[in-house]
């Protein structure tokens, strides 16, 4: 039986060796990178906080949280995305966990994290709803959730970067930040929405689609 995830995994894998070419992937320029250094302080708890970085790529925003005291677990379903984080961390000197493995149901402890951090990650899932309710579990009470999204088609465009196999993607151009809350307001106890789109320094430069970081407390 064909895995509805290899496709997935094999695109991410052949991106790897540029997706840190983009401004807010690479976090290359100081003033992008001290820009989202400074949203994570303010949307995690303070550290040292035991953080799931779910869909981290290359590992640069694990990198920010290390750097800011926090135990940081990484999950990403690329391999190669994942070589890329474990080397940018140990150039570093600095310490995380990265494992391959899928956002939709991580290899991660139940209750076991202050805070789950994802960026960009909801447009992949292949079960949006019941992939919010499994990482809400993955909280201890009180937890943080910050999700960083956006939607960068129209309504309606849902076709899919992957190679046919993969799983249909019910979000693929992005989630709006009204169905995103709807989704999640059921399971915690808390939820603010933050607009992104204004913060040129973020992307590296203007942007003129959705975006936000929605964070909620469980």
Known sequence: MTDPHAPIAAYWDAAADTFDDEPDHGLHDPAVRAAW????????PEPPAHVLDLGCGTGSLSLLL???????????LAPGMIARARAKLAATGLEAAFHVGNADTPPARSGGYDALLCRHLAW???DPPATLRHWVTLLRPGGTLALVEGRWREAGDTASPYEPGAHPL????GVRARDLADALRPHVTELAVTPLSQDATLWGGPVSDERYALVARI
């Open 37 to 44: 250094a400074s949203r994570l302080h303010g949307w995690l």
């Open 66 to 76: 290390a750097r800011q005291g926090h135990h940081v677990t990484g999950i990403d």
């Open 124 to 126: 992949t899932l292949a």
């Open 170 to 173: 019910p979000w693929a151009g």
